[in-house]
Nanobody, 124 residues
Framework: VQLQASGGGLVQAGESLRLSCASSGLTLDRVAVVWFRQAPGKEREGVSCVGTYITRYEDSVQGRFTASRNSAKNTVYLQMNGLKPEDTAVYYC????????????????????WGQGTLVTVSS
């Protein structure tokens, strides 16, 4: 299984980016796909989890970020609008064939498969 995250870049505050998480070897429609981020000097945190029937978001991105799936491309997206400097981080996608949905512990679940990360930098 390989996950590949892409779409990061440098933007100004208030602008948007769309991250992609493409998979080979794992059908993303059947599992929960989670976006994490890690800012310099900070611990990794969960950003969003899109499951087979529920999607969850971390409080600080609720209403600004939207996770979605493209089944035909076996890809999950994270649309990030209204970006803020505090959103600056390396973003990773993760999934695991065992976890099909986003429980309340989605941000601390030990997912097996991880993408390589894509850097998002938001300037003020």
């Amino acid at each position: 299984v390989q996950l590949q995250a892409s779409g990061g870049g440098l933007v100004q505050a208030g602008e948007s980016l769309r991250l992609s998480c493409a998979s080979s070897g794992l059908t993303l429609d059947r599992v929960a796909v989670v976006w994490f981020r890690q800012a310099p000097g900070k611990e990794r945190e969960g950003v969003s989890c899109v499951g087979t029937y529920i999607t969850r978001y971390e409080d600080s991105v609720q209403g600004r970020f939207t996770a979605s799936r493209n089944s035909a491309k076996n890809t999950v997206y994270l649309q990030m609008n209204g970006l803020k400097p505090e959103d600056t981080a390396v973003y990773y996608c993760a999934a695991d064939p065992v976890f099909t949905n986003c429980g309340t512990d989605w941000a601390i679940t030990p997912y097996v498969n991880w993408g390589q990360g894509t850097l998002v930098t938001v300037s003020s």
